[in-house]
């Protein structure tokens, strides 16, 4: 798959992503997305389709606690599923901007 990214593997083009072009981002920063990854990934597409906004961390935590699950809007589950930066990870795997508050 040959897809225009930026230097740190965000899509340049976001109406390029569908479910296949998430598959194939996680893969390359080895995630292989189960019912859980794709719960947050769908979760975070309809926060950004409703503010425009890639969330940073704290944030994700809300939407996943509001949208998701009490017990799986935390850092820890988060970091299980989007090692190293789940803000960041997620956000990639679901075609959107990089979070600007995020380091």
């Known amino acids: 798959m040959h897809l225009q990214t930026d230097k740190d593997g965000y899509l340049k083009n976001l109406n390029d992503w569908n479910p296949e072009v998430a598959k194939w981002l996680a893969s ?19 926060f950004y389709a409703d503010t425009g ?22 850092s820890i589950h988060l970091l299980t599923l ?7 990870l997620a956000a990639k795997i679901a075609g959107l901007p990089r979070p600007t508050n995020c380091l």
């Open 28 to 46: 390359s920063v080895d995630v292989t997305l189960e019912t859980e990854h794709w719960e947050v990934i769908n979760a975070l597409r309809v």
């Open 53 to 74: 906004v890639s969330p940073a961390m704290r944030i994700l935590v809300k939407i996943v606690k509001k949208n998701i699950s009490e017990n799986k809007g935390n």
């Open 82 to 88: 989007f090692p190293g930066s789940p803000a960041k």
